[in-house]
């Protein structure tokens, strides 16, 4: 009996053994898939292009070497450097994606990667309370669900962060839609600014466009010069 008892303990602690093991191979496994984003892109599905936008705090402009989704066109409609699909009207969240330079505090070149840093993590926070300062204190306690989908730096200069946003289920659909978006950020050594790609889709669209974004995201880069260095 001593014997079979012995047995018995021996096999109830393999058995948990491996049952941790698998648990925790099926979590990395799971972690991976919601990080790790193939790369599936086709030459035909962006396009190059070179995009004047405004420097912060200054006249000029810097020339931005992008690429565009194709069938995607700039819409002046909203006064900046924006882009969506030739049938964007049809889209009941049309998608965009946007081009632009910011400091986000300080313009001293040795202060714009903390500044990037804390633009990350504002932009988190406010993913999660779409309602700050309404004066209706039910509004402004809503949360919404925030999934990291990707968080890195991809290069020595550049950032980037996608999201999905979901939000409860009582709240209506046609004021709260569920989304997701990217932001990325490039920063040269010595340069008083940094240039933001921001792309944003509707939820249900995310097979369609997060790859697509994620590249045309990352491919945002410019050529610096020293006359481009706001003091």
């Known amino acids: 009996m001593k014997n079979y008892a012995k047995f018995a303990l021996v096999l109830s602690l393999a058995f948990i053994l491996i049952g941790s093991l698998c648990y925790a191979k099926s979590k990395n496994t799971e972690t991976n898939k919601r990080l790790v984003v193939p790369a599936w892109i086709n030459d035909e599905d962006l396009h ?10 200054s006249e000029d402009t810097l020339a931005l070497k992008a690429k565009i989704p194709a069938n995607w066109v700039l819409n002046p409609d909203f006064g900046g450097i924006v882009y969506q699909p030739e049938n964007y009207a049809d889209y ?23 500044n990037i840093e804390n633009l990350i993590k504002g932009i988190k926070d406010t993913l999660a309370r779409p309602n700050i300062n ?12 925030v999934e990291i989908l990707v968080e890195e730096q991809f290069a020595e200069d550049g950032w980037i962060l996608a999201a999905a946003v979901t939000y409860p289920e009582e709240l209506s659909s046609a004021l709260y839609t569920p989304k997701f978006v ?10 008083g ?9 509707q939820l249900t669209q995310k097979d369609e466009f997060l790859n697509i974004f994620l590249e045309a995201c990352k491919q945002t880069d410019y050529s610096s010069s020293t006359s481009q260095h706001p003091q």
Not at 182 to 191: Q, S
């Open 134 to 145: 309404t004066g209706d204190p039910k509004l402004d306690a809503i949360r919404a669900n």
């Open 92 to 114: 009941f969240y049309p998608p965009i994606l946007s081009y632009g330079t910011n400091c986000a505090g300080s313009c001293a070149p040795k202060d714009i990667p903390k």
């Open 48 to 57: 190059a292009e070179s995009i004047e936008v405004q420097l912060p705090n």
């Open 193 to 201: 600014f940094f240039v933001q790609t921001t792309a944003r889709a």
């Open 182 to 191: 990217v932001h990325a950020f490039r920063h040269h050594k010595g340069d």
